[in-house]
């Protein structure tokens, strides 16, 4: 929740915690719709994300909580009410540790590592001009429940990671896709140890393709129209800019492979 949208932890109404990013925050109105969208997207993908959810937050609620508000450059403005996008949080926050950053120790015993692969196909497609964002937990069994714990707990257990943020898909609000050969990738050439060649992204290649004409008309029917201000046709040409896009996603990761940085080290 450090992220410039200021996003704020709250609970629903059906029991579960979400990160909340409202309409008016700092970043832009679209971020709400890029999240979304993008989230649906990635599932489609089978690639491990959080539910994800429209939350509407009252007037009264804003009222009478002083740090539901936006905090800007000159000024602390109340978040508005309405419709909000919320992304749920894995698990109860008093029970559940998640982590942005691993070091290599424990990176290595994240058991869902080769998924990174499967993120930046996510990530090349959409054009996500922020650093990949990602969430690490651990899971253990307590009676029939399952809970996450630190790391400081049962370190032979294994971690997983769970993609968030897709606010910068689509370039933020200016939903356009300003390529480059390291946009998309994740922060650590560690996570690609795995790929050894364009087979390594090939599942997740495969599904992108099956996306089709009326899967992004089911997921965009589902975007409250205030949050694209009713600009049906924006979020049309969106859709389609990304039905074309699919066809140019394994030009940019060989891109990205051939960059300075030498993202996969173990490419044959």
Not at 45 to 50: A, D, F, N, S
Not at 52 to 57: D, G, L, N, T, W
Request: aromatic share 10%; proline share 6%.
């Amino acid at each position: 929740m450090r992220g410039g949208a200021q996003a704020h932890l709250m609970r629903c109404s059906d029991g579960h915690y979400y990160v909340v990013k409202f309409q008016n925050n700092p970043q832009h109105k679209r971020i709400l719709v890029n999240e979304l969208l993008g989230t649906k997207l990635a599932a489609r993908l089978g690639l491990p994300t959080t539910p994800v959810a429209i939350v509407e937050v009252s007037e009264e609620l804003i009222r009478w909580t002083e740090e539901l508000a936006m905090e800007l450059p000159h000024s602390r403005v109340a978040c508005v009410a309405g419709l909000q996008f919320g992304s749920r949080y894995p698990g109860d926050p008093r029970e559940v540790a998640a982590f942005d950053f691993l070091p290599d120790e424990q990176l290595r015993r994240v058991s869902n590592l080769h998924e990174f692969a499967g993120m930046l196909v996510f990530d090349k497609w959409t054009c996500n001009t922020n650093g990949r964002q990602t969430l690490f937990c651990r899971k253990r069994e307590t009676g029939n429940r399952e809970v996450r714990d630190t790391p400081a707990k049962e370190p032979e257990e294994p971690y997983e990671t769970i993609l968030i943020d897709q606010g910068f898909c689509f370039n933020a609000g200016e939903w356009n896709f300003p390529d480059a050969p390291l946009r998309g990738l994740y922060a650590r050439n560690r996570v690609y140890e795995g790929v050894i060649g364009m087979v390594s992204f090939g599942k997740w290649l495969e599904r992108m393709e099956r996306i089709d004409e009326r899967a992004m008309q089911e997921i965009a029917e589902e975007i409250p129209p205030e949050w694209y201000e009713d600009d049906y046709d924006a979020l049309m040409r969106l859709c389609e800019q990304l039905l074309k896009r699919r066809m140019r996603v394994p030009d940019l990761i060989l891109e990205a492979k051939r960059s300075n940085r030498q993202p996969f080290p173990n490419w044959v």
